[in-house]
């Protein structure tokens, strides 16, 4: 039973002892769930940290690697890659005395990342896995007309959701920021309904901007910017901003000149929803099963869409 005292995301959650909070679309998308695993770590939880990266982590030590497709980095991992967020965020989570072991995946298909994930959960005893995604592109099902960039996250909900995981969702955080990769956000507003209406919607809170999780998530952004100063995180930038109380054409880094950006308090709200709920939603996620490489996925989401009519776009009515 849920309750308005108490966000369904946390009702979910309270009987699991042992969270996985992890980067559905690879880059700094683990970022992006730090303000929950902070705040499941103060109410005692065993909580660690993954990611879907985009580093070249087959350059990582052989000691790094606990099994194939899993690495542990630590805040002393040397990484041949200037740009490595789970290095830059293990050092800043040894810098603040938490737990700072990040796990690391390669892009890959789905099969091979299930087998990741299902040695994570054997191996820390998991209860619980969260699936973050830095924007919504998660939430399309297929026949949107625009899908963002879909690849690497449609990847992890497939392979999260053939686990036998007790507790498995999926959270969102930066509402607004896929419109630069052509998400329509009236259709990301549509698949919530229709979730809710399932009962697979478990509501929307926001980051309170003066709260501790708050101010170490700001922390580690600039962190994060800091030490990858060539390719700052976009998603990261804007939540951050919207969590400060910025609002409209507010840039942080020279990657955005060009655009108009719409930062906005939205983007500093998580949406939650139940992962297999929206894993059965999606047109297409089934053909993803016997994957092995990304660019499978690509190619697999790129004959989907040739066959159907997407969703005609709509503007925002008011």
Wanted: glycine share 10%.
């Amino acid at each position: 039973m849920f309750s308005l005292q108490e966000p369904p995301l946390f009702t979910r959650l309270k009987k699991a002892q042992r969270v996985l909070v992890a980067g559905a679309g690879g880059g700094f998308d683990v970022y992006a769930g730090l303000p929950l695993a902070l705040s499941l770590m103060d109410d005692g939880k065993d909580v660690h940290l993954a990611n879907l990266s985009f580093s070249s982590l087959y350059g990582l030590p052989s000691d790094s690697w606990l099994e194939t497709d899993v690495a542990a980095v630590t805040p002393d991992t040397p990484s041949r890659d200037d740009y490595f967020p789970e290095g830059a965020l293990a050092r800043w989570l040894d810098a603040h005395g938490l737990p700072s072991t990040v796990y690391a995946f390669p892009k890959l298909g789905v099969q091979p990342l299930r087998e990741a994930y299902q040695y994570l959960a054997d191996r820390l005893g998991l209860d619980a896995i969260v699936l973050v995604d830095g924007g919504t592109d998660i939430l399309m099902r297929g026949d949107e007309s625009g899908l963002g960039t879909p690849e690497e996250d449609m990847a992890s909900l497939a392979a999260v959701h053939g686990l036998d995981v007790p507790e498995k969702i999926v959270v969102c955080l930066g509402f607004g920021v896929d419109a630069y990769h052509g998400v329509n956000h009236t259709d990301v507003l549509e698949n919530l309904a229709a979730l809710a209406d399932d009962g697979s919607y478990l509501g929307a809170l926001s980051i309170p901007r003066d709260s501790r999780e708050a101010l170490l998530y700001l922390d580690a952004v600039e962190h994060a910017r800091a030490a990858t100063p060539s390719y700052p995180s976009i998603v990261n930038g804007s939540i951050a901003a919207a969590v400060r109380g910025q609002f409209g054409d507010v840039h942080f880094t020279s990657r955005t000149r060009g655009s108009e950006l719409f930062i906005n308090p939205l983007m500093a709200m998580y949406f939650a929803v139940d992962l297999d709920g929206l894993a059965r939603r999606s047109l297409y996620l089934d053909r993803l099963e016997g994957t092995r490489v990304i660019r499978q996925i690509s190619s697999v989401i790129a004959s989907f869409r040739d066959g159907i009519r997407p969703r005609p776009p709509r503007q925002y009515p008011h």
